[in-house]
């Protein structure tokens, strides 16, 4: 069936560097996308979100990158800190749903 | 007080009991959802309601129950679980409308041995 994943199950950064994160889909219907954060003992956090219309967007120390051509989607962090490690998952759905549907699973790790 | 609250945090029950994970939302949306994330493996989801009515069900096998009194409260009623059912299972809510986020709970670690 359609799935999302993960290039990479664990990224090691070291503080005040940029994080780059990945995602694939491969449904091509998808018009919504989410990136979420979870620490450990906690459940997912909404970070950003982005629309199938858009290609990027920014939030605060965040950026992400929609290329609907190969279906890729990344998570920027800019100037990376203790506090961004956690594990990242990005989610999408279709129009025709509101359910997400969630890839693996990135871990960051920053490192002093 | 959060915006997606679940009870327990932590259960650990045997192959034969009975239990309940509760849910509860603050935030006056219309939709709720039941996930379970095992290690290593992209959260799954199990149930759906909107509007209190199911929406879907991901063919989930029936030792798991859901229960949706109102679209603030959503339950998850387990009955002979087995080992391999221990997980994470995570509550979220949402506007019911498509392109709107999930708020999620804190989630209740399970443990069936």
């Known amino acids: 069936g359609e799935s999302v994943g993960l290039h990479l199950p664990t990224l090691s950064v070291q503080e005040g560097d940029n994080s780059i994160i990945n995602c694939a889909y491969s449904?091509?219907?998808?018009?919504?996308f989410i990136w979420y954060k979870q620490e450990s003992g906690k459940g997912p956090q909404f970070i950003i979100d982005?629309?199938?219309?858009?290609d990027k967007r920014q939030g605060q120390r965040v950026t992400v990158l929609l290329n609907k051509t190969v279906k890729h989607l990344s998570l920027q962090i800019a100037a990376t800190q203790p506090g961004d490690s956690a594990v990242y998952f990005c989610?999408?759905?279709?129009?025709?749903?509101?359910?997400?549907?969630f890839g693996k699973g990135t871990s960051l790790l920053v490192t002093p | 007080e959060t915006g997606v609250t679940q009870t327990p945090r932590h259960l650990v029950m045997g192959m034969t009991n009975k239990k309940s994970l509760k849910c509860e939302q603050h935030?006056?949306?219309?939709?709720m959802y039941w996930y379970k994330q095992s290690a290593k493996k992209p959260l799954e989801l199990m149930f759906v309601?909107?509007?209190?009515?199911?929406?879907e069900n991901n063919s989930v096998p029936s030792r798991f129950s859901p229960e949706c009194p109102n679209s603030s409260h959503l339950f998850l009623h387990l009955h002979t679980l087995q080992p391999e059912d221990s997980a994470l299972y995570l509550c979220?809510?949402?506007?019911?409308?498509?392109?709107?986020?999930?708020?999620f709970g804190q989630g209740t670690r399970l443990t069936v041995v």
């Open positions: 979220a809510s949402s506007l019911g409308q498509p392109n709107t986020e999930a708020f």
């Open positions: 449904n091509s219907a998808s018009d919504y």
């Open positions: 982005i629309r199938s219309n858009m």
């Open positions: 989610a999408e759905n279709e129009n025709s749903g509101y359910a997400l549907n």
């Open positions: 935030l006056g949306h219309n939709a």
């Open positions: 309601y909107n509007f209190k009515e199911q929406t």
